[in-house]
């Protein structure tokens, strides 16, 4: 499944709105640290899980070091979409 870098932020900013309380996905700042917005390690693993289903690709475990802000997060994925 191929989608465009907008499609990726826009898929992206929806989970994370999901899993992080009070997060508003339109106002989501690229740069904003995770874990500064108050994800805990729960909200990553489900963040993790969240992304292969919605990207179609499994991600190990200790990859959810990279998914420091929005922006890694799509960097992630468009390395890994369709591989």
């Not at 106002?27 to 963040?47: R, V």
């Not at 990207?55 to 369709?82: C, N, P, W």
């Amino acid at each position: 499944m191929k989608m465009d870098k907008q499609q990726i932020e826009s898929a992206l900013r929806e989970i994370i709105a999901k899993r992080v309380l009070g997060v508003n996905p339109a106002t989501l700042d690229p740069t904003q640290e995770l874990a500064m917005l108050g994800a805990d390690s729960l909200a990553f693993s489900w963040i993790l899980a969240d992304m292969e289903d919605a990207f179609g690709f499994v991600m190990r475990g200790s990859d959810i070091r990279k998914l420091k802000t929005l922006e890694t997060a799509i960097e992630y994925v468009e390395q890994h979409v369709g591989q």
